[in-house]
Structures are given as structure tokens and as C-alpha cells.
Nanobody, 117 residues
Framework: VQMVESGGGLAQPGESLRLSCTVSANIFSFVSMGWYRQAPGNEREQVARDRIGSGGTKVYADSVKGRFIISRDSAKNTLHLQMNSLKPEDTAVYYC??????????WGRGTQVTVSS
């Protein structure tokens, strides 16, 4: 399974970016898909996770609730992360991941997001 992120770049505080993760497999074959990020000197953290099936739900980190939206596009086999009202502390490398209910088995290589004025 190949996963390729795109859409990162430089944004000013308050602006929006939309990340995309193109997947080489049917995205609905994965119970869980998510976005993670890692800033320099920090551990990788979960930003948003979408779980489908029984008890399906979307979970967001407290730091991005109300600003970020995760979604799946079945027509394009793509996972998106709409990021609004960006803050400097959102600066990080963002990774998409996919797997089952317990483990993310597949990861992309990441895309850099920098929020700065």
C-alpha cells in the first residue's frame, strides 16, 4: 500500500490549508485512517482519526477541535485534512496513516506545514 501526502506548505496565521493523502488501495478497506504530526523536538501526535464501521467516529486532538476536519473521498481514494484558522503551533510534518481498529499499519512519508507571518 502506497500513501502519498500533498498540500503542505507555508501559510500565515489564520489561513487555511488542505492536506491530501492519495492511497493505492480502497480507502474504505481500512477501518481507521488518520493524520498525525511531528514538530521538531516533539513526539509524533495524533491530530485526527476517522474510524468507520460499527461505532464509527471521528476523533480530534483538543488542540485542533473546531478548526480541522478529516474526511475520506472514495471517488479519488484520498484522505483529506482541512485545516482552518492555522496557528504557528500547527507547524509540523504531517503524516497520513491507515490500518485496523488497533494499529496503523501503513504510513506516508509526510508533508511539511509551516505557519508563520
Amino acid at each position: 500500500v502506497q500513501m502519498v501526502e500533498s498540500g503542505g506548505g507555508l501559510a500565515q496565521p489564520g489561513e487555511s490549508l488542505r492536506l491530501s493523502c492519495t492511497v493505492s488501495a480502497n480507502i474504505f478497506s481500512f477501518v481507521s485512517m488518520g493524520w498525525y504530526r511531528q514538530a521538531p523536538g516533539n513526539e509524533r501526535e495524533q491530530v485526527a482519526r476517522d474510524r468507520i464501521g460499527s461505532g464509527g467516529t471521528k476523533v480530534y486532538a483538543d488542540s485542533v477541535k473546531g478548526r480541522f476536519i478529516i474526511s475520506r473521498d472514495s471517488a479519488k481514494n484520498t484522505l483529506h485534512l482541512q485545516m482552518n484558522s492555522l496557528k504557528p503551533e500547527d507547524t509540523a510534518v504531517y503524516y497520513c496513516a491507515a490500518g485496523n481498529a488497533h494499529v496503523m499499519n501503513y504510513w506516508g512519508r509526510g508533508t511539511q506545514v509551516t505557519v508563520s507571518s
